[in-house]
Nanobody, 126 residues
Framework: QEQLVESGGGLVQAGGSLRLSCAASGRTFSAYGMGWFRQAAGQEREFVAGISGSGGKTSYANSVKGRFIISRDRAKNTVYLQMNSLKPEDTAVYYC???????????????????WGQGTQVTVSS
């Protein structure tokens, strides 16, 4: 059974850093675009960052551009989200997701993700 498992969340002070990991199992996701989303309490889930299946392209929400970096290790079937200069407004449950189709050259759009992890809580204190 395919599965995406996030880890690395926690409590951090504003200005600090965290690195989230998303480990895939059950099938190889190395050819699939991957994304990170987040959902704060009482708000809708929003796109944070994505990386294409071909690996050549990344995309970020304006709110995290310049602070967050998405990367992947194909050999480990794992995607990362390095989060720097964290702000209280980054507090949310962070989810990783996998594209429905492999080898897409573009970063998947929000409706193109077909597999989701269970989420990991990130809390940034002021």
């Amino acid at each position: 059974q395919e599965q995406l498992v996030e880890s690395g969340g926690g409590l951090v002070q504003a200005g600090g850093s965290l690195r989230l990991s998303c480990a895939a199992s059950g099938r190889t996701f190395s050819a699939y675009g991957m994304g990170w989303f987040r959902q704060a309490a009482g708000q809708e889930r929003e796109f944070v960052a994505g990386i294409s299946g071909s690996g050549g392209k990344t995309s970020y929400a304006n709110s995290v551009k310049g602070r967050f970096i998405i990367s992947r290790d194909r050999a480990k079937n794992t995607v990362y989200l390095q989060m720097n200069s964290l702000k209280p407004e980054d507090t949310a449950v962070y989810y990783c997701a996998a594209d429905r189709r492999p080898w897409r050259t573009a970063v998947p759009g929000p409706s193109e993700y077909g597999a989701w992890g269970q989420g990991t809580q990130v809390t940034v204190s002021s």
